[in-house]
């Protein structure tokens, strides 16, 4: 990495500082991440958001702030700078074609390797997942029924937030289905065939002499 060149996370640190124009402790910017990254993004460690704070610092991308919290207590809060605010436009505004989305799924990783273990462990793997599947999506829409309630939505600064908040509802419901279909399939492995349907077997291809 160059001495001036920001990871992915830290843009996205500097995403969440921007969002609201907030003064933010890194323990604060982890709530944030985690609440409205974590669907798509993911929520960095608060040890690696200080390490990014501290880098940005040095690139005078934000400033840091000495906030008490009660007594003796002192705590360090950031916001953005100029010189930030337009790193991150420039970043948005680049073109992402060329961007790997990478996907790391622990679930489908043990269901790949499922042979390993007896098929009914595999279900309630994946009986787990649905359920919690099931409180995020419900979570995501009471959090949008919560902003329209307050007026938070729809609102101009909010739009493109929004249609992000929709595409996970939408991938949510998705992944609802596709893992109750993945379950049926699994299910399915140890069951007899209909009657009257015999296995389906490759043939052998003819010898050629």
């Given at each position: 990495m160059e001495d001036d060149e920001l990871s992915l996370t830290a843009y996205a640190v500097?995403?969440?500082?921007?969002m609201n124009g907030e003064l933010l402790t890194a323990g604060?910017?982890?709530?944030?991440?985690?609440?409205?990254?974590?669907?798509?993004?993911?929520?960095?460690?608060?040890?690696?958001?200080?390490?990014?704070?501290?880098?940005?610092?040095?690139l005078g991308l934000v400033e840091e702030h000495e906030i008490p919290l009660g007594g003796v207590r002192r705590?360090?809060?950031?916001?953005?700078?100029?010189?930030?605010?337009?790193?991150?436009?420039?970043?948005?505004?680049?073109?992402?074609?060329?961007?790997?989305?990478?996907?790391?799924?622990?679930?489908?990783l043990r269901i790949f390797l499922g042979r390993a273990i007896p098929a009914?462990?595999?279900?309630?793997?994946?009986?787990?997942?649905?359920?919690?599947?099931?409180?995020?999506?419900?979570?995501v829409l009471q959090g949008r029924r919560r902003g329209d309630?307050?007026?938070?939505?729809?609102?101009?600064d909010r739009r493109f937030s929004a249609a992000v908040s929709d595409y996970t509802i939408r991938q949510l419901y998705f992944?609802?289905?596709?893992?109750q279909q993945?379950?049926?399939t699994v299910a399915a492995f140890d069951a007899p065939p209909p009657p009257g349907n015999p296995p389906f077997r490759l043939k052998e291809p003819p010898v050629t002499r």
């Open positions: 500097l995403g969440v500082l921007s604060e910017i982890k709530q944030r991440a985690t609440y409205a990254l974590r669907f798509f993004w993911g929520s960095p460690a608060v040890s690696h958001i200080r390490r990014e704070l501290q880098r940005m610092l040095a705590a360090q809060a950031y916001q953005t700078t100029g010189p930030g605010e337009r790193r991150l436009r420039d970043w948005v505004a680049q073109d992402a074609a060329d961007d790997a989305v990478v996907i790391r799924n622990p679930l489908l009914e462990d595999v279900l309630k793997i994946i009986d787990r997942r649905l359920r919690q599947v099931g409180a995020d999506l419900a979570e309630a307050m007026g938070l939505t729809p609102h101009p992944d609802q289905a596709n893992l993945l379950r049926d």
